[in-house]
């Protein structure tokens, strides 16, 4: 069995385990929450020069 398997095992072990002790409405709700939030504070953590970049390159790829 390939490390890969086995992490993939696990994962999904874990979200069985999740979904028994949670319920499926929390496991919802935090999976909702971690798409959002990840983005968020990954824009956050930038310096004030590389989101000044990140906005040009943005404008750059909507065509103005």
């Given at each position: ?16 385990l ?41 404008r ?5």
């Amino acid at each position: 069995m390939s490390p890969v398997q086995k992490y993939a095992i696990g994962a999904g072990a874990a979200v069985l385990l999740s979904l028994i002790i949670f319920g499926w409405s929390t496991i919802t709700l935090l999976v909702v929450l971690g798409v959002i939030a990840a983005p968020v504070v990954g824009y956050f953590m930038l310096d004030p020069s590389q989101r000044e970049r990140l906005k040009r390159v943005r404008r750059r790829g909507i065509g103005r």
